[in-house]
């Protein structure tokens, strides 16, 4: 079988931990990946006898908060059961989670498909969501931080339907997008709030047969998704170009060699030795609890993307504030204030939001900074109507983001409207060609060369509080058609 008959065939299972305050199944407090180890912890963390497990409330209702979103069915009876295996990141020598009967199945999630056009979206259909308990941390050295034990996490499994390892990386990106926006939880993978394992087999293009599926643990970066599944899918296309076939096997990403590691083969199922938590009742959520988390989503990621391809908006503008939400609320607040508004000038607000005031304000700074977006969006609104020049709206802008305050108050104070009146500018004019005579004689009489000093000449005048266009039509005006009568110039 050459590699070219064949096609990956990719499926994730991605954890995510919860935003809330304690952990999944005690009172514990949970703390910033920061915090000094094993100060997050508690009796049932340590799995101290007579302890037992509850069920934190807050976390079942963001994770049906996130299944709402993703368009899963919310089980009204889900289970919790044990998943034992031997290893000191969970005291108890199990972790609960909910293996039988999930919280939610079914669902998709809308991805980008850039492969097929800027705007294009692909949905990518979900098998289920559950939720279970993180383990400990092993650090290097086998120090162990409790602190993450028992924290809440959603698993979310794709279905087998991923066919690229860019692919791949565009699903999580999405995913981490809607966690965002959702608000459940902060979704970043460099402090493991944001984990992927991925399932990577080869499949015969003609057959429908699945091809045996090894998998990834524990990608932390987007980049090393794309390169753990590319090294993944050469491994498997090289071991059936040698005639071996593939035996599922558990691997690792090495980073630093690019290349994947075979760590163990694949646990059964029979290992874990899976069994009913006996200390839990059957979880129940409420439908009108679930309807009403339906209810209450806000605009998602991949409408808000067509939302500003209605509007006019670049795919490359919309993906910049779509991909960073603290940017796209604030285009859209300041949208807002703007009122009725073609493309142009939200192109133009887009453009100074993300070049002009971001290369002044870190996007973490700007909930706290002192220019809001209504007064940007003014200031948009007086630079496409003219009221200031572009230098003078940067300088607007430097003492919006220094003191605050409105750009019409700035500009006035600052004596940097432009003057609008063209009988005022036509006297700033006129008074400038009487005070040159002899060039504009010789402007007359041919050299046209001078045509740039004397209008060098206006704008000093004006000290540059003036549109230079207008002031050329004018003068233009002044040159060749001096009023009748008037000899003076
Ligand atoms: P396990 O816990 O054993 O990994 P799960 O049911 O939790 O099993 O996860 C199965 C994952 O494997 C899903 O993401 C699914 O899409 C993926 N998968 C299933 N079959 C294949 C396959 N033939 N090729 C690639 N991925 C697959
Ligand atoms: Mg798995």
Not at 167 to 186: K, N
């Amino acid at each position: 079988m050459t590699a070219a008959e064949l096609v990956p065939v990719i499926g994730l299972e991605v954890h995510c931990r919860l935003k809330t305050a304690s952990k999944l199944f005690s009172a514990c407090p949970l703390k910033n990946p920061g915090a000094a180890a094993n100060s997050a912890t508690d009796p049932y963390t340590w799995a101290l006898p007579g302890t037992l497990p509850t069920v934190n409330a807050e976390a079942v209702a963001l994770a049906v908060r996130l299944a709402a979103a993703l368009g899963c069915e919310v089980a009204e009876e889900s289970g919790w059961d044990r998943k034992h295996y031997f290893y000191p990141d969970l005291p108890k020598g199990y972790q609960i989670s909910q293996h039988a009967r999930p919280l939610a199945r079914g669902g998709a999630i809308e991805v980008p498909d850039p492969e097929v056009g800027p705007w294009a979206t692909r949905t990518v259909a979900l098998q289920r969501l559950h939720l279970e308990e993180d383990a400990a941390k092993v650090h290097a050295g086998a120090l162990l931080d409790y602190n993450r034990a028992g924290a809440p996490l959603v698993e979310i499994v794709t279905a087998p339907v991923i066919r690229s390892a860019a692919e791949a990386a565009r699903v999580l990106r999405a995913l981490r997008l809607l966690l965002l926006r959702l608000g459940v939880s902060d979704a970043t993978m460099e402090d493991g709030s944001l984990r992927c394992d991925v399932n990577v087999s080869l499949q015969r293009r003609a057959c429908s047969a699945p091809g045996v599926r090894c998998e990834i643990k524990n990608l932390n970066s987007f980049n090393f998704i794309e390169r753990a599944v590319t090294a993944e899918v050469e491994r498997q296309e090289a071991l059936l170009a040698a005639g071996v076939p593939v035996t599922p096997v558990t691997l690792r990403y090495d980073s630093a060699r690019a290349a994947v590691q075979v760590m163990r083969v694949k646990e059964t199922e029979l290992e874990y030795r899976w069994l009913p938590e006996p200390d839990l009742p059957p979880l129940r959520v409420d439908p009108a609890a679930a309807a009403a988390a339906r209810a209450s989503l806000p605009e998602l990621p991949e409408r808000t993307r067509m939302r500003y391809c209605v509007l006019g908006l670049t795919p490359l503008e919309a993906s910049t504030l779509v991909d960073e939400p603290v940017l796209g609320d604030w285009f859209d607040a300041a949208l807002d204030s703007l009122g009725p508004r073609g493309p142009a000038l939200a192109r133009r607000l887009c453009k100074w939001l993300t070049v002009e005031l971001i290369g002044r304000v870190p996007p973490a700074q700007l909930a706290s900074a002192k220019v809001v977006p209504a007064a940007l969006a003014e200031l948009v609104r007086m630079l496409e109507c003219g009221e200031v020049s572009a230098p003078a709206a940067k300088q607007i802008l430097d003492l919006l983001v220094e003191e605050g305050g409105v750009p019409g108050g700035i500009a006035a104070r600052e004596g940097l409207v432009l003057e609008d009146d063209d009988a005022a500018l036509t006297a700033a004019i006129v008074s400038v060609l009487r005070g040159y005579p002899r060039q504009v004689a010789q402007y007359r009489a041919g050299k046209a060369e001078l045509w740039g000093y004397l209008i060098g000449r206006v704008m000093q005048v004006l000290r540059g509080r003036a549109d230079p266009q207008r002031v050329h039509k004018l003068l233009v005006v002044a040159l060749h058609s001096p009023p009748p009568g008037d000899d003076t110039i």
